[in-house]
């Protein structure tokens, strides 16, 4: 059941990001930052993660929930460290995806070459 | 002639747009679909060996991450991209993709110029405006609760 709520969740995710993005002719990196930052904004109004625990990896692999993370570091470190969590929480919720992207990233163009663009 | 070129015109508008839009609204939905079932079989499959849904979420992003700079290496990604559209660009390996393509392009253009500054080509908006709105937000909810609304 949950494999088959999160290939419906995920897949009507990305069906409305593909409807947006063939009316707008919005670039990915816009649609990328759009995501995140929409999905931030849900986490703070408490939509996003009572919607997260139902859907899992439905909700949390779009990066949607790499925006409802951020703010649940926010709100973690400012319980903990009130205003200086404030400044905290995001990158410390955040690290494992961008640490992972980076430094795999950085591995990946080291062993990689250049495709020729067909 | 005229009438046929208005004929003409009205004939592509009203065929190109539906014709290439529901297919690929279709493609993103089992693309995205299939990319985010592969991470609930990760989570379940970590879970299952008694770890926390938080830490077994992490360690999902990871391997997503990894597999598609390993898939995007071997320009298979792309393809992926090319098929599904938004159901490659919205999961977490559209972002891992977005930080690895241009780091590989652009290496011959040496550690720093290259792979050091293009590598943010994607990752660094996002980052950017991911940070500053969950801060935004942060600093609201703190001001709010300081006041004692919520």
Known sequence: MEFVKAF?????????????????KLMPGRIMVLLVVIGSILGALGIYQPFSDWAGAGATVPLLGFGNSLWKGVLKSMGEDGFLGVFKGGFTASAVGISGALIFGYLGSIIFKPKMKS | MEVNKKAYEAYVKEVTPVNKKLPNIIKAFLVGGIICTIGQICTTLIMNQGVEKDTASAWTTLILIAASVILTGLNIYPKITKFGGAGALVPITGFANSVVAPAVEFKAEGQVFGIGCKIFTIAGPVILYGILSSWILGVIAYVLKAFGIV
């Open chain 1, 8 to 24: 419906l969740v995920g897949g009507a995710i990305c069906a409305v990001v593909q409807v947006v993005m063939d009316n707008t």
